[in-house]
């Protein structure tokens, strides 16, 4: 298709705001608009949730990505938005506690503020219709679109031909015959888009929400219970060790050296810490709030149960918060009893 010198000038004005995840999804939505000329700006948002590893981060990804191609890029930690949607869901949950439209109208109602701040037209994303169950049917789709506000400004450059064109396709700034009809799960299209694209450093398909995750689900629903606003670390401890429901008290024990040293990070004033004295053992934290001294005595009967003195009759064990440090003696067998009674994760 030959543009006219027409086209060109409008597409020089027109502006559209990507939602850029660092997977390859996002990066063929990013590069098939950059190869129509349309000027972008990026958007990554990011959650306590997310379960990409430090060391290959969505965040990263999408740095990458758009150093790559030259565009800005705004990072926005959704977080509180999502904690929000958790409690209390329009549109229900999956098999967790993930609630994946409301996540999605909520990022996408933010999208389009920036948007009409930044002056554009249009948002660009690298959905795939049916590639995800919850989030990309096509009922899924139009409830997201519909309650976000978007409808004709939103544009899936892989599915394009599945939708109804766009306000920017029925007006020629998109060329709607350039776009894809990619559906499904499958990513041989997407693969043969990226040699054909020029795009070869791509992270595998591997990150995903912990939302989605029972055992991470269970923890988080015990952590709202007792905290309905959570701090980020608190989030955070919920990723690390054994964790125990003691009387409605948030319990989590160290599994190793580096779960224990993890666990001193991600306290909090407020918070027990408890420690075996004199063999090695695990770490354990009670989440602040005033409890009984029974409580104390039941995790550091865990913490016990869980050392390498387990055998004994007896162990001290050291407990230190606000009110100052507390030398007891457990017995590792109650610990035993305790943990085959407990809510455990």
Do not use: W
Not at 14 to 38: F, N, P, T, Y
Not at 285 to 314: C, H, N, P
Request: charged letters at 30%; a positive charge; hydrophobic letters at 35%.
């Amino acid at each position: 298709m030959t543009l006219k010198t027409q086209d060109l000038k409008t597409k020089e004005q027109v502006r559209a705001i990507a939602l850029l995840s660092g997977g390859l999804d996002s990066r063929l939505a990013v590069k098939m608009m950059l190869e129509q000329g349309i000027e972008l700006k990026a958007l990554n948002f990011v959650t306590s949730f997310c379960t990409c590893t430090a060391k290959s981060s969505c965040c990263s990804e999408a740095k990458k990505a758009t150093d790559e191609y030259g565009i800005e890029m705004k990072v926005i930690n959704s977080t509180k938005e999502l904690i929000e949607a958790v409690k209390n869901p329009k549109h229900g949950y999956g098999r967790g506690l993930n609630p994946c439209l409301d996540c999605r109208i909520s990022m996408f109602k933010t999208a389009k503020k920036i948007m009409e701040e930044e002056g554009a037209s249009f948002i660009v994303t690298g959905e795939v219709l049916g590639e995800r169950p919850m989030s990309q049917r096509l009922d899924a789709i139009n409830i997201i679109e519909r309650d976000s506000g978007l409808k004709g400004k939103l544009l899936r450059p892989l599915s394009a031909k599945l939708f109804e064109p766009t306000d920017v396709e029925k007006k020629g700034i998109v060329d709607r015959d350039a776009l894809l009809a990619i559906r499904g799960r499958g990513r041989k299209p997407q693969i043969k888009l990226a040699e054909d694209l020029g795009i070869k450093d791509y992270p595998c398909p591997a990150g995903g929400c912990l939302l989605t995750d029972i055992s991470y689900s269970q923890k988080l629903k015990r952590l709202l219970a007792i905290n309905e606003f959570p701090t980020n670390k608190q989030l955070a401890l919920l990723r690390v060790g054994r964790h125990f429901d003691i009387d409605g008290n948030m319990v989590a024990i160290g599994r190793d050296e580096a779960e224990n040293k993890r666990i001193e990070v991600l306290k909090e004033p407020g918070d027990t810490i408890l420690e075996c004295s004199g063999c090695e053992g695990p770490t354990t934290i009670i989440k602040g709030g005033d409890f009984s001294d029974e409580i104390v005595r039941k995790a550091a009967s865990l913490t016990a149960r869980y050392s390498q003195g387990r055998g004994a009759e007896k162990m001290a064990v050291v407990c230190v918060n606000k009110n100052g440090q507390t030398d007891l003696k457990v017995n590792p067998k109650d610990g035993f009893k305790l943990a085959e009674t407990l809510t455990n994760n």
